[in-house]
């Protein structure tokens, strides 16, 4: 894998996939992505639409001037095809944690060799790069897919924060937090890369 951390935001390279520092001009591309499965229906999940891309973006370009999110375009290597969306946010050098969240791909997407290296690539760069102690991973209670996609990877689930958000619906939202540790970070590693290994042909 080839991280590029010179830059104030990496390019994070793998075998197919790509994570690119995300940009205004990205608006159309990412909406044609969210448009495969029209994702931005889904009550558990708070992905852009038509009316709501240049906002999602605005906000999250927003942290990254703040220095707290490090927000990623998710393409697929053998058509450069912007498949989807994941950042760092939630950034605490200090104390060397973050949270990987906002990630989704096109439903085309899900379940394949691209959406296991993607989280791969973000997770290394996190540990290996950033020397992270703490990488966190937070869910909507009731997005069982969700859940049970963090804990294929190896996050551990640490407990349910009652009304930690409002959907766009209204709804209180309880999350559920998961994480890894630096600690658990080679057996999650060695854990992926077999993954990647018996999916190499997919994506």
């Known amino acids: 894998m080839n991280h590029q951390p010179q830059s104030p935001q990496p390019t994070l390279t793998g075998h197919v996939a790509i994570l690119r520092p995300l940009l205004a001009g990205h608006?159309?591309?990412?909406?044609d992505a969210a448009r495969d499965g029209e994702l931005w229906k889904l009550k558990v999940s708070v992905i852009p639409g038509p009316?709501?891309?240049v906002s999602y973006i605005a906000a999250a370009l927003a942290?990254?001037?703040a220095g707290t999110v490090m927000p990623f375009v998710i393409v697929r290597r053998r058509d450069d095809?912007?498949?989807?969306s994941a950042r760092f946010w939630k950034i605490d050098l200090v104390n060397r944690k973050l949270e990987i969240g906002h990630s989704w791909l096109s439903a085309s997407m899900q379940r394949t060799g691209l959406n296991t290296e993607a989280k791969y690539l973000l997770l290394a760069y996190a540990f290996?790069?950033?020397r992270c102690v703490r990488v966190q991973f937070t869910t909507d209670e009731l997005n069982e897919k969700s859940r049970t996609a963090i804990l294929r990877i190896g996050?551990?689930?640490e407990g349910i924060v009652r009304?930690?958000?409002i959907m766009p619906?209204?709804?209180k939202r309880n999350s559920v937090r998961f994480s890894i540790i630096d600690s658990e970070w080679a057996g999650v590693r060695d854990g992926l890369e077999a993954k990647m290994r018996r999916r190499v042909d997919e994506a």
């Open 163 to 165: 009304h930690e958000r």
């Open 51 to 53: 009316e709501t891309v």
């Open 155 to 157: 996050a551990k689930q």
């Open 63 to 65: 942290g990254r001037e």
């Open 169 to 171: 619906d209204g709804r």
């Open 27 to 31: 608006a159309a591309a990412l909406l």
């Open 81 to 84: 095809r912007i498949v989807g």
């Open 128 to 130: 290996d790069v950033m």
